[in-house]
């Protein structure tokens, strides 16, 4: 199958330039260069990976990403639709015929049971009137006004206890808890960080914003992420980020929240590692 990414192909063959070549110099898997050229884009990653692989191939080759782009958004919406088509099938209707035999049958049987119950309990009401009075119980005498003091008591000092307090209503001091470790530190462009690799990076979106990260040595990648848009960035040793809206990102690194990356509209940089 072939489509837009053909050009790309021609242009990389220009450029004297293999699909390993390109694989080697962007760091992007062999199958996701050749899926671009061949308009094949079964089995990639999220749209926001997907985007920032044709964005970056692009680049590589001066050429304009908009029809690739176009024509993946398209694969994404037929396979999307095609999905759906399938759980429509008529074997989800016989399943859920099959399943509404089986509750039949199980009512049918749960009213024959509870049929059943009843004459119970009927035979067994005809039996008990044939039985002698039973003699009344003496009720309880009620407690003295000294046990109910006492109980009362009680109570209060389960009360505090519950609320964290003693009886006359002091308050408990808790235990001082340990110090945690310190969080990650980051460093500005220019520097570097004091963390070791392996680094998972989470970014959570919540604005309209352009970020640039690079893995290790390798190339930097390119995203524009939106609203409610989410991308997870691994490395050995280092990631070096750009972020265009520092207000419009919030991130995790290795599981812990990283401090706000600045303000809305601010660009900023950033490396994570050595």
Do not use: C
Not at 177 to 186: C, I, Q
């Amino acid at each position: 199958m072939t489509g837009a990414g053909a050009s790309w192909k021609a242009r990389r063959e220009e450029m004297g330039k293999s699909v390993e070549q390109v694989s080697a110099e962007l760091r992007i898997t062999n199958r996701y260069i050749a899926g671009i050229e061949e308009g094949d884009y079964r089995g990639w990653p999220e749209r926001v990976f997907s985007s920032g692989f044709i964005r970056t191939y692009a680049k590589y080759l001066g050429v304009e990403a908009g029809p690739v782009l176009a024509e993946y958004e398209r694969s994404v919406v037929r396979r999307a639709e095609t999905e759906t088509a399938a759980t429509l099938r008529p074997e989800w209707l016989e399943r859920e015929r099959e399943r509404g035999s089986r509750r039949a049958t199980y009512s049918v049987a749960a009213g024959v049971v509870l049929l059943l119950g009843i004459v119970l309990a009927w035979v067994s009401l005809r039996g008990a009137h044939r039985l002698p009075p039973v003699a009344p119980v003496a009720a309880p005498a009620p407690p003295s006004p000294a046990a109910e003091n006492a109980a009362g008591a009680t109570d209060n000092l389960v009360t505090a206890a519950d609320n964290g307090a003693t009886a006359d209503n002091t308050l408990v001091a808790a235990p001082a808890e340990p110090p945690s470790a310190s969080a990650p530190t980051v460093s500005t462009a220019g520097g570097t960080g004091p963390l070791a690799g392996p680094f998972q990076l989470f970014l959570e979106a919540s604005e309209q914003t352009w970020v640039m990260y690079g893995i290790d040595d390798g190339a930097p990648m390119e995203a524009m992420l939106y609203p409610g848009d989410k991308i997870s960035i691994q490395a050995q040793k280092r990631i070096d980020l750009k972020v265009g809206n520092a207000a419009g990102v919030v991130g995790t690194l290795n599981g812990r929240r990283l401090p706000p990356f600045g303000a809305r509209g601010q660009v900023r940089k950033f490396t994570f590692g050595q």
